[in-house]
């Protein structure tokens, strides 16, 4: 009775599939065919721009599986678009791209206004808010191998929560 056998297994691997999928439908960016292999992202926005602004920033928590970098970003919607950091030199807020962005295995790096966040520069539309932004995240692991992580950005004028950090006022 090999049907017996193979029909609960079809159903527990079914049951597992939609359990894989479901987490990453209800994330704010939906990862497009997601894989085990790539990091999990949460709590990602774009912020909001009006007709004639150049740039804006987006931001997210991104947790990897195993250690790699962040190495890249692209989208439709920027010319430009890069990793960025901002950090207190001093007295002095200096913001500047990075070439890699490391994510290290189980730890969730925040990408947030005022810290870590990505640049999209040389805008091709205004944002409103309500609108999804495409973004692709280039990935590097240790060996070298690089993956893209498709996702679906929605765009706020702040944080989702309500959530204020000391340089959310803060323009590109």
């Given at each position: 009775m090999p049907s017996r056998v193979f029909l609960p297994a079809l159903c527990l691997a079914a049951a597992s599939a939609v359990g894989a999928i479901a987490p990453a439908q209800a994330q704010p960016a939906t990862p497009a065919g997601q894989s085990q292999h790539l990091p999990r992202v949460e709590g990602a926005w774009v912020r909001s721009a009006v007709p004639g602004q150049h740039g804006t920033g987006a931001f997210m928590k991104i947790t990897a599986p195993r250690?790699?970098?962040?190495?890249?970003?692209?989208?439709?919607?920027a010319g430009v678009a890069e990793v960025h950091e901002?950090?207190?030199e001093g007295d002095v807020m200096k913001m500047r791209a990075l070439p890699a962005l490391d994510l290290p295995a189980g730890r969730t790096v925040e990408l947030k206004p005022g810290g870590y966040?990505?640049?999209?520069?040389?805008?091709?539309q205004s944002l409103k808010a309500g609108a999804t932004v495409p973004i692709t995240l280039l990935l590097r692991d240790g060996a070298g191998a690089e993956s893209r992580l498709e996702l679906k950005v929605p765009v706020a004028a702040k944080a989702p929560g309500g959530g204020h950090g000391h340089m959310d006022s803060h323009k590109h």
């Open positions: 250690p790699m970098q962040l190495v890249g970003v692209s989208t439709p919607i901002m950090k207190m966040h990505l640049m999209l520069m040389e805008l091709k």
